[in-house]
């Protein structure tokens, strides 16, 4: 599929998309579109190609590094093609056709990366299922897609999908699947297969992945060849400083995050295609994330804002039980300082750092910064942020601490990424410009709406839907924001939680969530007051972080939250959350009053979806209670 040569190719100095032409278009003096010109173009093939390209052009080069025994253990390109192939001859030989559906349910493994190309190399269109749904959901998505075939993880899944694995074939990676496969395809020759994945072009039919739902059923975004290709080589070409060895040593990545959300499978994607070291890890919690960062050593990762609010704060948490907090508040203070000066000098608007401000920085480093990057691995040098907005302090907090957190934004239906910070351009509080080959435009009514190669095409099953919300080839995101000066977006909201006071008052909820969720001891939050007089918020605990506000206080540290939620000491503590949150809107806008609520928002309870977004209607639901004593007043 006209894979470039060299992926690494030189980035002009100052020019943060990497030779990529950008034009803004202006209405009335603001800018309303950016387009960026591709850095690569889809030619013939597919991107079950990948493996097989790498398998020949540098066969013994570390593709992966896979999970055993305890240890990361090198697989080579040629190891992994081979894989590859056994495994998608298994399928043939089970009977999967061309543009046969075979949906894969299971966590973030090596296996995963198998099977998703064996199926696409067999012909095949793979139909990701998170390892989290329900047995509803399950149902809904075999049933919708016609999968013929499901790969579950474990007997779990197995059993939680019930009756809707009756009739299709199916085959449990714990039991041994991909074994098996290889023993079912032996009849089947590498001529067969070679045909199978010749047939495959940039217009044909890559995968179906369905969205989390958090309104409604999930619906089946129908992403192409094609797609993928253009986002992950685009993506490649764009962020090639990620990719540079350090010291010696190739650069890598591990992924955790789902990959039957688009953000994992996209970025793994790319990573091959650039011959990027990979790893697997199924967990996006970080008390069982950390261990593995320390030990892989990645170069750079892909992760939420969940999981580097997590990582500030033990390191402070870690700061108070030594008895010095007030030591990494001064460390924190000195960063964003640092980061701010650093990039005002960046881009031209000032002289950088002076002298006081880079000696501050150099004794933050011995103490707090330093431990940071031990932390994640030690040779993490750049990280993306995608899911919400991450705390524009917070990004600049790990700027001056050696690594470079670039925003980025998209949906399942624009195959990930749409807009990402550039490695050369960074600019904490926006989501960065276009992906190279994309169009991004804010329409009359501050919606943004995306246009390029990258861009799904349509709702499998759903013409209605696709319709709404496909209109000349733009896709109507459904997502608030604005451009700067210089084209670099910034998401404001989403145009369907928007609230409305009684008082006419136009409230983002997403900037006041973003911002209280990033303060510990907050967990999740929920911000309320469609049609009420003022704005409010529950909010929950976080468990690690309540344990060790209560340990520091000299209280017992298993104390129910239930127990908790009118202690005056914590809700002042709250407050300055709050308060955090507040600074960011007007006083209109503000959080007036908040309630603190026991037990947390998860997939495991319905309130957060797979990708980790409130569910905001099962929330108000559950706590319907609690929301109308907040506006008991009125």
Known sequence: MGV????????????????ARVELVREGGE????????????????????????????????????????????????????????????????????????????????EWAVLDFAIWAAGGVSVPVYATSSAE???????????????????????????????RRVFVIDDGALAQLAVLGRGV?????????????????????????????????????????????NTAELAHPFFRADGGRPASTLLFLPLAHILARSLQIGCLLA??????????????????????????????????????????????????????DRAHRTAVRYGEAALDRLRGRGRGPGPA????????????????????????????????????????????????VHEGYGLTETSAAAVITPPLGPRPGTVGLPVPGTSV?????????????????????DTAATEAALDGGWFATGDLGRFDDDGYLTITGRKKDILVTSGGKNVSPSVLEDRLRSRPPVGQCLVVGDNRSYVAALVTLDPQALEHWLAVRGRP????????????????????????????????????????????????NGLLSPSLKVRRRAVAAVYAREIEELYGRE
């Open 189 to 233: 020759s590498d001529e067969e297969l070679g045909k199978r994945r010749a047939a495959l072009g940039p217009d044909t039919l890559a995968t179906l992945c369905y969205t989390s739902g958090t309104t409604g059923k999930p619906k089946g975004c129908v992403l192409t060849h094609g797609n993928l290709y253009a986002e992950a080589a």
């Open 31 to 110: 800018v309303r579109e950016v387009r960026v010109a591709p850095l690569a173009a889809p030619g013939a093939g597919s991107v079950a190609d990948i493996p097989f390209t790498n398998a020949a052009e540098a066969p013994d080069a570390v593709a992966l590094r896979r999970r055993r025994g305890g240890r990361w253990q090198p697989v080579t390109a040629a190891a992994f093609a081979r894989e590859v192939a056994d495994t998608a001859k298994g399928l043939m030989a089970s009977g999967l056709e061309p543009g046969g559906r075979v949906a894969l349910m299971s966590r973030t493994r090596y």
């Open 557 to 604: 540290v298993d104390t129910p939250a239930g127990e908790l939620v009118d202690d005056e000491e914590l809700i002042a503590e709250v407050q300055n959350a709050v308060d955090h949150a507040n600074a960011a809107v007007s006083r209109a806008e503000s959080i007036r009053r908040f309630r603190l609520v026991a037990g947390e928002f998860t997939e495991e």
């Open 275 to 328: 011959r990027i070291e990979i790893g697997h890890w199924p967990s996006v919690k970080p008390d069982e994330l950390r261990p593995q960062l320390r030990e892989f050593r990645p170069t750079f990762i892909v992760g939420v804002p969940y999981l580097f609010e997590k990582i500030h704060d033990t390191g402070r948490a870690t700061a108070e039980r030594m008895g010095r907090a007030a030591s990494f």
């Open 4 to 19: 470039r040569k060299d992926l690494r190719t030189a980035v002009r100095r100052g020019d943060p998309t990497g030779g």
């Open 137 to 167: 959901q399950i149902d809904w998505i075999l049933a919708d897609s016609g999968a013929g075939t499901l790969i579950a993880e474990s007997g779990a899944e197995v059993r939680t999908a019930g009756a809707a694995t009756e009739g």
């Open 357 to 404: 401000l880079r000696l501050a920085r150099g004794l933050y480093d011995l103490l707090v910064y330093r431990r940071v990057r031990k932390e994640l691995g030690g040779r993490l040098r750049h990280a993306i942020s995608g899911g919400s907005p991450l705390d524009r302090e917070l990004s600049l907090f790990f700027y001056s601490a050696g690594i470079l």
């Open 441 to 461: 435009r804010i329409a009359d009514d501050g919606e943004v709406l995306v246009k390029g190669p990258i861009v799904f095409g349509g709702y499998w099953n």
